[in-house]
C-alpha cells in the first residue's frame, strides 16, 4: 500500500497518554501570558515601525461578529441580533480603526492575505459587505494574487452571496459543518443537511474557489463511533480540498450557552480517542495530507505542497502559503502581530466601539516578544506547520546551535523518539506520521512559559486530544 493511501493509525493508548491541557499555539507567547500593560501607545509604536518596511507585504484579519442565532457549542466571539443598525454602528468603527492604522503605517499598505472570520461574516448582506470592501481597497493594494478567505455558515449563505464574494475577489472558502448526523445537530442548535453543504461547494466551484475547506467537531452530544463515521463518510465523499477536525471543549461555566448541552450526552473519553483515531485514519487513508494536528489536505492543494516544500505557515486566520510577516487585526476581539509584538482588541462589542471612538484604537492587551521568545516562536511554528526542524535554519535565522541552545529541553525530547513520534538527527527534527497528531504537545517541549509555570496549563487551555 502506498504512503498516498495507507491510512495512519493511532493507537488509543498513545492518546490516552498524552491527552493533556495544552495551547493550540495560534501563537507564541500564548495569550494567557499576554498582558494589559501593553495597550494602545505600544501597538501605535509598533505601526510607526513597521512603516519603515514598506515593501513588505501585511496580512489583515478583520472579524464580523453577528450571528443570527448561537449554536450551543460555539467558542468564537459573537453577538446574536438581527439588528440592521448594531451592524451598520458597528461597521462605522471598523471603518474608523482601519483608517486609523492606516495613518500609522504610511505607505505600508501593500496586502497579500485577507481573512473575514467571525461569527458569520455572511450575515451581513452584500451592499453593506461591499461598503467594507470598497473602504479597505481605497486604503490598502491588493497584491494580484492575495489570497482572500471567509468562513462562512451553510444555513445562511446563498448562491448570490458567493456570486457576490466571487465577483470581489475571494478564492478561499470555509464552511461549518460540524456533524451530519441529525441527533448530533439537534443537540448543538445547529440544523443543516448534507444536500445544503453539497450544494453549496459545488456551487462555490463553479465560481472559482479554491482550498475550499469544511469543518468538522469530534467530541459533540450523542456522537458514537457510528455516528461519526458516517460524517467522516459523507465528508469524503464532498471532496473538500482541506478539512478541520476540532476537538470540543465544554466549558459551561466559561460558555453559559454551552449549558445547553447536557453533560450526560457527551461521548466518553474512550469514546472521543475512538473519534479522532478513526478521523486521522479515514482522512489519511482517503487520500488526504494530514497538514497539521487537526487539518488535512488534498495532495494537489496549496497547503499540502507548501508543507512537502517545508514553506507552509500559520497564524489566527489558520494555515496558509503566504509569508506576510505581520499582521493587522480590525474588529473586536480581533489579533494582530506588529513589529514582534502581539495585540489584541476588547472582546465586547460597546466597549469596542466606546474605545475606537475615544482613541480610534481598542488594543487592550498584547505582548512584546523578547529574543527568546522569538526563537521558541520560530521552532514551535515551523514544526507546527511543517512538521520538521532543521537546524540550519535556526542557525542562519538566529545564529543558534540547536543543541546547545535547547540542552534542558532534549530528555522531554526522548520520549516522543521512544514513542515513535519524533525523529532527532544530525540536521534537524522530524515528526513522524504517527506523531502528527500530537505536535501539540511536542511544541510544548519548547514553551519557556509552561516550564517556567507562569500558567497552569490544566486552569487556561483546552485538552490536545
Not at 514544526?383 to 532543521?390: D, K, W
Request: with cysteine; aromatic share 10%; net charge negative.
Amino acid at each position: 500500500m502506498s504512503p498516498e493511501t495507507a491510512g495512519t493509525t493511532v493507537p488509543v493508548e498513545l492518546l490516552r497518554k498524552y491527552d493533556r491541557s495544552g495551547p493550540r499555539y495560534t501563537s507564541y507567547p500564548t495569550v494567557p501570558v499576554w498582558k494589559e500593560e501593553i495597550g494602545r501607545i505600544h501597538y501605535e509604536e509598533a505601526l510607526r515601525a513597521a512603516s519603515e518596511r514598506a515593501t513588505d507585504p501585511l496580512a489583515i484579519y478583520c472579524h464580523i461578529p453577528f450571528c443570527q442565532r448561537r449554536c450551543y457549542y460555539c467558542g468564537c466571539n459573537t453577538v446574536i441580533t438581527n439588528s440592521t443598525s448594531r451592524v451598520d454602528s458597528y461597521s462605522s468603527a471598523l471603518l474608523r480603526e482601519t483608517r486609523h492604522v492606516v495613518s500609522l503605517l504610511g505607505d505600508r499598505r501593500t496586502i497579500n492575505q485577507l481573512h473575514f472570520g467571525g461569527g458569520t461574516p455572511t450575515f451581513i448582506d452584500p451592499a453593506r459587505f461591499a461598503r467594507i470592501l470598497q473602504s479597505l481597497s481605497e486604503e490598502f493594494r491588493f497584491e494580484d494574487g492575495c489570497e482572500k478567505s471567509i468562513e462562512v455558515d451553510p444555513r445562511v449563505t446563498s448562491f448570490d452571496q458567493i456570486d457576490f464574494l466571487s465577483e470581489n475577489g475571494f478564492n478561499r472558502i470555509s464552511l461549518g459543518v460540524q456533524d451530519f448526523d441529525q441527533s448530533v445537530q439537534k443537540a448543538v442548535g445547529r440544523v443543516q443537511s448534507f444536500e445544503l453543504v453539497a450544494d453549496l461547494i459545488a456551487h462555490c466551484r463553479t465560481r472559482g474557489f479554491k482550498g475550499i475547506n469544511i469543518d468538522l467537531i469530534y467530541g459533540l452530544p450523542c456522537q458514537t463511533a457510528e455516528t461519526f463515521e458516517n460524517t467522516l463518510e459523507l465528508s469524503l465523499r464532498l471532496k473538500p480540498d482541506r478539512v478541520a477536525v476540532y476537538s470540543f471543549a465544554y466549558l459551561p461555566k466559561a460558555m453559559p450557552h454551552q449549558s445547553m448541552i447536557r453533560y450526560e450526552d457527551l461521548p466518553s473519553t474512550e469514546t472521543k480517542y475512538r473519534l479522532i483515531s478513526t478521523a486521522v485514519e479515514r482522512f489519511t487513508g482517503g487520500g488526504y495530507r494530514q497538514i497539521g494536528m487537526d487539518h488535512f489536505a488534498l495532495p494537489n492543494d496549496e497547503l499540502a505542497i507548501a508543507q512537502v516544500d517545508g514553506r507552509l505557515h500559520r497564524n489566527f486566520m489558520g494555515y496558509t502559503v503566504q509569508a506576510a510577516p505581520e499582521m493587522i487585526g480590525l474588529g473586536m476581539s480581533s489579533i494582530g502581530y506588529v513589529d514582534n509584538g502581539f495585540y489584541q482588541n476588547l472582546s465586547r462589542l460597546d466597549s469596542y466601539q466606546t474605545a475606537i471612538d475615544r482613541d480610534k484604537t481598542a488594543v487592550y492587551r498584547g505582548i512584546r516578544l523578547s529574543r527568546d521568545d522569538q526563537i521558541r516562536q520560530f521552532v514551535i511554528s515551523t514544526l507546527m506547520c511543517n512538521f520538521q526542524l532543521p537546524f540550519s535554519g535556526l542557525q542562519t535565522r538566529f545564529g543558534v546551535n540547536f543543541i546547545e541552545y535547547f540542552v534542558h529541553e532534549q530528555s522531554a525530547l526522548a520520549e516522543f523518539v521512544d514513542d515513535d513520534l519524533l525523529v532527532i538527527g544530525d540536521d534537524g527534527l522530524r515528526i513522524t506520521a504517527l506523531g502528527r497528531t500530537f505536535v501539540r504537545n511536542i511544541a510544548m517541549t519548547f514553551d519557556a512559559y509552561l516550564q517556567s509555570q507562569e500558567t497552569t496549563p490544566g486552569s487556561t487551555f483546552s485538552r490536545t486530544i
